[in-house]
Antibody
Framework: EGQLVESGGGLIQPGGSLRLSCAAS????????MNWVRQAPGKGLEWVSV???????YYADSVKGRFTISRDDSKNTLFLQMNNLRPEDTAVYYC?????????????????WGQGTLVTVSS | SSELTQDPTVSVALGQTVRITCQGD??????ASWYQQKPGQAPVLVIY???KRPSGIPDRFSGSRSGNTAALIITGAQAADEADYYC???????????FGGGTKLTVL
């Protein structure tokens, strides 16, 4: 089935940096699409970034140039390096495994989620 | 602003059928996936692709698509279905994913 466990959240001042980790078990992060999704307090879900199995990356406009997604295959762990943090980056950050396959039509969805880690950007 | 539009709130009587809709230009090309989120919990995938349910999701959950509108249908809503529901799909570029604003479902 698989499991994801995030860590690394906390309180950080505006302009600071933080690195989130997402340890995977039961599957290899190198063989699948891995995403970060965030949720500000009381708000909806916001997609942040994806790392494809071939190492292609994409970012939401709101974080492009400030956040970097990466992985360590030997540790089966996904990362999100967050620089120049802003108060509006305050959110619970989830990592999510994306299942993707095509049989004529293409099917995709986030089938495994972590429990989330809270990032608070405040002075 | 979100490229996928959902009604903020929907209500349904216990045991009745409810449709939660998601509208966006990209849905004419890409299927939506649907997520259920209860307070303090991570989202759970309930429908993806052309009406596919992950294992463990009750068969009262189904999905449909017509033009640029996707729908999550709950047939015989239960009290346990009261939650926030989010649709997700690719944006018009095809490279980014986007969530709808979410629908809070109340079971009366």
């Amino acid at each position: 089935e698989g499991q994801l466990v995030e860590s690394g959240g906390g309180l950080i001042q505006p302009g600071g940096s933080l690195r989130l980790s997402c340890a995977a078990s039961g599957f290899a992060v190198s063989n699948t699409y891995m995403n970060w999704v965030r949720q500000a307090p009381g708000k909806g879900l916001e997609w942040v970034s994806v790392l494809y199995s071939g190492a292609t990356t994409y970012y939401a406009d709101s974080v492009k140039g400030r956040f970097t997604i990466s992985r360590d295959d030997s540790k089966n762990t996904l990362f999100l390096q967050m620089n120049n943090l802003r108060p509006e980056d305050t959110a619970v950050y989830y990592c999510a495994k994306e299942t993707f396959f095509c049989t004529g039509d293409c099917y995709e969805g986030f089938d495994i989620w972590g429990q989330g880690t809270l990032v608070t950007v405040s002075s | 602003s979100s490229e996928l539009t959902q009604d903020p709130t929907v209500s349904v009587a216990l045991g009745q059928t409810v449709r939660i809709t998601c509208q966006g230009d990209s849905l004419g090309t890409y299927f939506a996936s649907w997520y259920q989120q209860k307070p303090g919990q991570a989202p759970v995938l309930v429908i993806y692709g052309k009406n596919k349910r992950p294992s463990g999701i009750p068969d009262r959950f189904s999905g449909s698509r017509s033009g640029n509108t996707a729908a999550l249908i709950i047939t015989g809503a239960q009290a346990a279905d009261e939650a926030d529901y989010y649709c997700n799909s690719r944006d018009s570029s095809g490279n980014h994913l986007v969530f709808g604003g979410g629908t809070k479902l109340t079971v009366l």
